[in-house]
């Protein structure tokens, strides 16, 4: 797998990263670190995880960053190794109360270190804004972690655009080094906005991808593969939930094209994210090692430019 740098930082990461949502939840431990070692042993080193990943079910909480972290030190090599993870996520029986300010990110930061098993973390995003406290406020206290050296670099999950805009503009003008990463909602298979059923997710858009290309800002793309919407439409298996979500015309002439071109689904989904001329990066979890080593096989597989090209142009990004 090939290696990218990442945009004003000394990271160089695999050119795709590894999610792992489910891990010790529908995700058995055993199988997660099976994941863990194949995605390593084809030169993956970027791995995604959060304070909330692996805490879906009662009495589990951050299992996803326990089990990250005991293959750490299991391993070794942890200057080898690029840990991107994310707090100030609400709790999950609270939704509705956010957790977006210095104390509660210091409580998540220093609770991720912890189940890591590690001295600092690579990429540390938050998972959520809270629009009511001044970007000041947020970047003055992620540049204290940065100083500290609890975290290397940071950057946002589900910001909006505006808000990104006033946090770089604030830290230009203190000579911060500011966000530098931007991980959203984003795949080849256009969504439908008004399905999704939290309202704080963020989505790729024509004005978040102009300011990502001028600024060249680097993205995560999150449900890269759009719960293998693609897949299960050749397949004929697609549930209603999926139509609702993904069903329309951009989408419908995407469809023809995978099956004109004859690459695979998958194939095209992350080679999509991957063509832009910024640092895009997709994220992607799986439920087995079997449909993990396919996306790696996915990720080595040469698309001509000017299919990708016609791929963009179509998806309108």
């Not at 959520?128 to 992620?142: C, H, K, S």
């Not at 589900?158 to 805009?165: K, T, V």
């Amino acid at each position: 797998m090939d290696r990218v740098k990442l945009q004003n930082t000394e990271l160089h990461v695999s050119s795709f990263c590894l999610g792992t949502a489910q891990y010790g939840t529908s995700i058995s431990e055993a199988e997660a670190v099976e994941q863990l070692n194949t995605f390593y042993d084809q030169n993956g080193n970027f791995i995604d995880s959060a304070r909330v990943y692996g805490s879906w079910e009662p009495g589990i909480e951050s299992k996803s960053e326990y089990i990250i972290g005991k293959w750490l030190k299991e391993t070794g090599e942890r200057d080898k190794k690029i840990i991107a993870t994310k707090g100030a996520h609400p709790f999950l029986d609270r939704k509705e109360v956010a957790r977006v300010n210095p104390a509660e990110i210091e409580k998540d930061l220093d609770h991720s270190l912890k189940m890591l098993q590690t001295d600092y973390i690579d990429l540390y995003m938050l998972h959520r804004d809270d629009e009511r406290i001044p970007v000041e406020v947020i970047i003055d206290f992620l540049e204290e972690q940065v100083q500290k050296g609890k975290v290397r670099y940071y950057g946002v999950s589900n910001w909006r655009l505006e808000r990104i805009i006033e946090a770089q503009k604030y830290a230009v003008e203190r000579r911060f080094s500011g966000i530098q990463i931007n991980q959203l909602l984003w795949s080849l298979a256009k969504i439908n906005k008004e399905s999704l059923e939290d309202d704080q997710l963020v989505v790729m858009d024509e004005s978040m991808y102009r300011y990502t290309k001028d600024t060249k800002l680097t993205t995560m793309a999150y449900m890269p593969l759009a719960s293998g919407f693609f897949e299960k439409k050749l397949a004929g298996t697609l549930t209603e939930a999926l139509k609702r979500k993904y069903e329309n015309k951009v989408t419908e002439e995407l469809f023809s094209l995978i099956k004109e071109y004859q690459y695979s689904p998958i194939t095209f989904n992350l080679k999509y994210i991957q063509s832009h001329d910024f640092c895009s990066i997709p994220v992607a979890g799986f439920r087995t090692t079997e449909q993990l080593t396919d996306a790696l096989k996915a990720v080595g597989t040469k698309i001509d430019p000017v299919t990708l090209e016609t791929l963009s142009e179509v998806r309108g990004l």
